[in-house]
């Protein structure tokens, strides 16, 4: 009987196995190591912005994997963000992904503390028991200060791009009135890079009326 929930115990099992040879007593040696490992589950922060412009959405990727490293489908998960009054949950996908965005309008903190969990946190410490540990995650982001109190934003893409694929582009914008004046267009300048070179550039042109939702929004049709 291995007692490998004991506290203290080395978290490794270790294995030698031998091989005597019939008539030649030729004997081969093998050693192998299994780790034991407490995780269940564990969420890591893929995308995510590392700060936050107020008014503009605050988009983020977690990823959950169990304790070889292997992701989890079909698993809720819980996202909170008290400074943005915010508690939600989301689903992972097959890749073991989920996706989240915080409306940051009301956040009059500095720094907005975002956490993920699966379970929520255990406060209780058992001495002498390894028990099953759910690992949650934590992450930081910091107030964009502007002057003018202009924003632009470009919204991240969830996974990765088929080729020879339009993907549509969202750019989440705030322009200080002051500074738009009487101007009846906005125009939107972009580039796009890839292996170090320029390989499209354009401009985008909106009237300014249709900026009048809650999160105007560039939209870009893009061939990859």
């Not at 909170?80 to 996706?99: D, H, K, P, R, V």
């Not at 929520?120 to 540990?133: G, I, M, Q």
């Not at 200060?145 to 470009?154: A, R």
Request: aromatic share 8%; net charge neutral; glycine share 8%.
């Amino acid at each position: 009987m291995l007692q490998i929930k004991n506290m203290g115990f080395e978290m490794k099992l270790r294995v030698e196995a031998r091989i005597r040879e019939e008539g030649t007593d030729l004997v081969v040696t093998a050693n192998g190591i299994s780790e034991i490992t407490n995780i269940a589950s564990k969420l890591i922060f893929v995308k995510v912005d590392s700060h936050f412009r107020q008014g503009i959405p605050f988009f983020g990727q977690v990823l959950l994997v169990d304790g070889k490293g292997v992701p989890i489908p079909n698993k809720l998960i819980f996202i909170s963000a008290s400074e943005a009054n915010y508690f939600s949950n989301a689903t992972t996908n097959e890749q073991g992904l989920a996706q989240f965005s915080i409306n940051t309008t009301h956040i009059l903190a500095n720094k907005l503390f975002v956490q993920v969990y699966t379970v929520h946190p255990n406060l209780c410490f058992h001495y002498s028991w390894v028990t099953e540990d759910h690992q949650g995650a934590q992450h930081t982001a910091n107030h964009v200060f502007s002057l003018s109190g202009s924003y632009i934003h470009l919204e991240p893409v969830a996974g990765t791009l088929p080729c020879g694929h339009t993907q549509r582009i969202r750019a989440h914008y705030i322009l200080n009135i002051q500074a738009v004046g009487e101007l009846s267009e906005l125009s939107f300048h972009y580039l796009i890079m890839a292996k170090g070179g320029i390989v499209r550039s354009g401009t985008h042109t909106l009237p300014v009326e249709s900026g009048d939702s809650e999160y105007p929004q560039i939209h870009l049709s893009l061939l990859r």
